[in-house]
Structures are given as C-alpha cells and as structure tokens.
C-alpha cells in the first residue's frame, strides 16, 4: 500500500509518503502560518523524491485535530480534494495520537500528549505504551488537568509540556518529558494509518473524516455573535 500523510493542523507542516512498512520520503518543517501555499509544493516534492505521482497513491492519511482552525481547513479540504479525484480511502488521525505514537515509554508508564491552548487551557490525551486510549481527547483547564489523569508514572510530550511539568512537579506526580519532537509529524500519522488500514480494511474509510473541534471558533459575526448563537 502506497500512503501520503500531511500533517496542517498545529505549529509544523509535513508530508511523508509509505510504503506499507517502509517510509520513502518525508518532509517536516516547523510553521505557524503559511500552510496553505506550502502544502501542496511539499506534498509534491516528497512525491517527487519518492518517484511517485498522484495517480500512484493507494490511500490517504491527515491530521483532523485538535489544532488551529485555519490549519485544519487548509489539510482536511486538500485531503478530502484528492482522496474525491482519486477515489481513495482516507483515515483521520488526531494530532494528540500522532505525537504520542513515536515516544518510547516503559511497560508501566503512560504517554500524556498535549498542546498548549492559551488561556491557561491544553489540549491532552492520555495513552498506554501500545497506543491504548486511557482518556478521550480534552480540553482542560489547569485546574483540572489532575483529576483528568489515570494513575502512573507520566512521559510528556507536546508544546503543553513545560505547563503539565510545572503542575506535576508541585503536585508530586512521578514523570519525565519525552525527548520527541512537540509538533505532529506526517511519519508518525502514516505509521498509524497503515496499522488502521491492516486492521479495518480500506472500506472502513471511504467517509472522509470529520476535524475535531474542542473548543468553539473565536470568530465573531456582526453584531458581536459567534457563529451559530442565536440573535
């Protein structure tokens, strides 16, 4: 199976391209804005490094969230565009799952991703060593990020770090941060799409995924409105 994953939706771009086990090229740079215009330029220069085009792609992978608004738009409607002309399969993968899945943790320890959210908030999600959910996708407070834990010793990684550091250190909760990259990587998103791929079968993403949204937009309508509040 031929896979390109990209990645739009936090503070990187990338794009990397499989090959069942075996990753042909890839591509990462770190980004705040711009990922609308530099998407498509890297997604073709890894295709170009691979020797591959578009017509010899098998399936899709991208990043649905938790992540910048603009960010997710601009990944979701390319992937979504090219897995329509092409007919391909498209797996979401959420961005808390892609920094998580390359940490090296021990047996007993819990992988504890996250992103800072501004106003004193992050986005986190907790993980088994083997990629086991042990918490839904969050928004937290710092107030609550404790009670929101399972218990064990914690692996940080992601941009939330020095914040969930600073509440574990005076709380006394054992941890270590995680020397992985803090932003998404389209590696780690293609890795996780060729194990859902084996797992469920194509046919189980031929929907394109939906972004996920935990936190409501801070666009305004006339008038003061955030979109969808009644007059």
């Known amino acids: 199976m031929i896979l390109l994953a990209?990645?739009?939706?936090q503070g990187?771009?990338?794009?990397?391209?499989?090959?069942g086990e075996e990753e042909i090229a890839s591509l990462f740079e770190e980004r705040t804005r711009g990922h609308a215009e530099a998407l498509m330029p890297m997604v073709e220069t890894v295709l170009a490094e691979a020797a591959l085009g578009f017509s010899d792609l098998d399936a899709l992978a991208v990043t649905v969230g938790p992540g910048t608004f603009t960010g997710l738009r601009v990944g979701l409607a390319a992937a979504r565009g090219i897995a329509l002309s092409r007919g391909l399969p498209l797996v979401g993968v959420t961005t808390l799952e892609a920094i998580a899945e390359p940490v090296a943790a021990e047996p007993d320890e819990i992988v504890l991703a996250s992103f800072d959210a501004r106003r004193d908030e992050v986005y986190m999600q907790a993980f088994s060593t083997d990629g086991t959910e042990r918490t839904p996708p969050l928004l937290v407070g710092l107030g609550g990020v404790l009670a929101r834990l399972p218990?064990?010793?914690?692996?940080?990684?992601?941009?939330?770090?020095?914040?969930?550091?600073?509440?574990?250190?005076?709380?006394?909760?054992?941890?270590?941060?995680?020397?992985?990259?803090?932003?998404?990587?389209?590696?780690?998103?293609?890795?996780?799409?060729?194990?859902r791929f084996r797992e469920k079968g194509a046919e189980a993403f031929s929907t394109p995924p939906a972004p996920l949204y935990l936190r409501a937009p801070d666009a305004k309508l006339p008038g003061g409105r955030a979109p969808g509040e009644a007059a």
């Open 151 to 195: 218990a064990g010793p914690l692996v940080l990684v992601g941009t939330g770090t020095p914040l969930l550091a600073d509440l574990l250190s005076a709380s006394g909760r054992p941890f270590r941060i995680a020397d992985n990259r803090p932003q998404p990587d389209a590696s780690a998103v293609a890795r996780i799409a060729v194990r």
């Open 6 to 9: 990209f990645d739009t939706a």
């Open 12 to 19: 990187a771009l990338s794009a990397a391209v499989r090959d």
